[in-house]
């Protein structure tokens, strides 16, 4: 049986589970059970906007769930938001996961940060981790946090080098400081590439409310402004709303570039795989396995844990055969590499 605990590891998921959250969204596909707080459960995942199937944020906390899963036997739990939740409704998403035993338990997204701070001060005995929000400091809480400029910063090297046009194009999902880390490195990793090229920025939204992160329409629309005005490489953070700057991408025969997970390995996005160059991924499955692990392990993870190019956590995916043989754009990336970790390269991050 499982303990109460807490440490870091890397990727797993589950299926669903079936879970009877009143006011709340919620998938599963496993039996849900008692509401004693037994911490005799697994790993338990309560997804950000977009929810499963985003092929991108959302799908790579999953992946981690079912690799814990996978591993370590035990019965886990997804749970998808609901439309214009509140803070209350994700805080009773997490105590009711704890309730029933479940540890540890990620919110998925820095949305969740009042929601995870209320739900582990009522539930010391079990180990909460949050993605993408680094402000939680209590015993039972990871703060599981990534340095997504440094993987900006390569994609816009890519980009540059890629580019025949000397415009390339950033869409931001949101406009808030996490998205803010993905365009600084971007361009910064553009200008240091050619200093003439230019880079069109642009973001969908003002607030995850109004779509930003889940609407492919508008990444599309947005795309296709920037194709407009000659960009022929967009990196798109934006979650679900990429998928709509990939088929865009795709049907004007340009280059897109993923975020989170390496999208060109997607099933969904199958059809534009051509046109993905390549993903600037983060380790959030390797992150919530990780913490899965620890806490199986008895030394449960706490405290800010971030994943960095030096770490292994981010950087670019490289399935695409174009990206991978091109031995000049192999160079390049690297070579930016080696120095963002030798501290030569400072990367902004806003």
Same mark, same amino acid.
């Given at each position: 049986?499982?303990?109460?605990?807490?440490?870091?590891?890397?990727?797993?998921?589950?299926?669903?589970?079936?879970?009877?959250?009143?006011?709340?969204?919620? +998938?599963?596909?496993?039996?849900?059970?008692?509401?004693?707080?037994?911490?005799?459960?697994?790993?338990?995942?309560?997804?950000?906007? /977009?929810?499963?199937?985003?092929?991108?944020?959302?799908?790579?906390?999953?992946?981690?769930?079912?690799?814990?899963?996978?591993?370590?036997?035990?019965?886990?739990?997804?749970?998808?938001?609901?439309?214009?939740?509140?803070?209350?409704?994700?805080?009773?998403?997490?105590?009711?996961?704890?309730?029933?035993?479940?540890?540890?338990?990620?919110?998925? /997204?820095?949305?969740?940060?009042?929601?995870?701070?209320?739900?582990? %001060?009522?539930?010391?005995?079990?180990?909460?981790?949050?993605?993408?929000?680094?402000?939680?400091? =209590?015993?039972?809480?990871?703060?599981?946090?990534?340095?997504?400029?440094?993987?900006?910063?390569?994609?816009?090297?890519?980009?540059?080098?890629?580019?025949?046009?000397?415009?390339?194009?950033?869409?931001?999902?949101?406009?808030?400081?996490?998205?803010?880390?993905?365009?600084?490195?971007?361009?910064?990793?553009?200008?240091?590439?050619?200093?003439? =090229?230019?880079?069109?920025?642009?973001?969908?939204?003002?607030?995850?409310?109004?779509?930003?992160?889940?609407?492919?329409?508008?990444?599309?629309?947005?795309?296709?402004?920037?194709?407009?005005?000659?960009?022929? #490489?967009?990196? =798109?953070?934006?979650?679900?709303?990429?998928?709509?700057?990939?088929?865009?991408?795709?049907?004007?025969?340009?280059?897109?570039?993923?975020?989170?997970?390496?999208?060109?390995?997607?099933? *969904?996005?199958?059809?534009?795989?051509?046109?993905?160059?390549?993903?600037?991924?983060? /380790? #959030? =499955?390797?992150?919530?396995?990780?913490?899965?692990?620890?806490?199986?392990?008895?030394?449960?993870?706490?405290?800010?844990?971030?994943?960095?190019? %030096?770490?292994?956590?981010?950087?670019?995916?490289?399935?695409?055969?174009?990206?991978?043989?091109?031995?000049?754009?192999?160079? *390049?990336?690297? +070579?930016?590499?080696?120095?963002?970790?030798?501290? %030569?390269?400072?990367?902004?991050?806003?």
């Amino acid at each position: 049986m499982r303990r109460v605990s807490r440490l870091t590891v890397a990727g797993a998921a589950t299926a669903s589970l079936a879970l009877a959250l009143s006011a709340c969204g919620g +998938t599963s596909t496993e039996s849900s059970s008692s509401d004693s707080d037994g911490g005799d459960k697994g790993l338990a995942i309560a997804y950000d906007i /977009g929810g499963r199937g985003d092929q991108s944020f959302n799908d790579a906390a999953f992946a981690g769930l079912e690799q814990a899963k996978k591993e370590f036997g035990y019965e886990t739990a997804d749970v998808e938001p609901t439309d214009g939740e509140t803070d209350a409704d994700k805080t009773q998403r997490l105590m009711s996961l704890a309730k029933q035993g479940y540890n540890p338990i990620v919110g998925v /997204g820095y949305a969740y940060a009042p929601a995870v701070k209320e739900a582990a %001060e009522k539930y010391p005995d079990t180990t909460f981790g949050i993605v993408d929000d680094a402000t939680i400091e =209590a015993d039972n809480v990871a703060d599981l946090v990534f340095a997504e400029e440094e993987a900006s910063y390569l994609a816009g090297v890519a980009a540059a080098q890629k580019s025949e046009t000397g415009t390339v194009g950033f869409v931001g999902g949101v406009d808030n400081p996490l998205i803010h880390k993905f365009q600084a490195g971007f361009e910064q990793g553009v200008k240091d590439a050619d200093p003439k =090229a230019k880079v069109i920025s642009q973001y969908l939204t003002q607030t995850a409310e109004e779509g930003g992160f889940s609407s492919p329409d508008k990444g599309k629309a947005a795309a296709e402004g920037q194709i407009e005005k000659k960009a022929d #490489v967009i990196y =798109a953070a934006a979650g679900l709303s990429g998928q709509g700057v990939i088929e865009a991408a795709a049907a004007n025969e340009i280059w897109a570039i993923g975020v989170d997970s390496d999208q060109y390995q997607q099933e *969904a996005l199958a059809a534009y795989k051509d046109h993905i160059l390549t993903s600037a991924t983060k /380790g #959030v =499955a390797k992150a919530v396995y990780n913490l899965a692990k620890s806490v199986e392990d008895g030394s449960p993870e706490g405290g800010i844990v971030r994943g960095d190019l %030096e770490s292994g956590e981010i950087g670019l995916a490289d399935s695409n055969p174009e990206f991978k043989n091109d031995a000049e754009l192999q160079k *390049a990336v690297e +070579t930016a590499k080696e120095k963002i970790i030798s501290g %030569e390269i400072k990367v902004a991050s806003s």
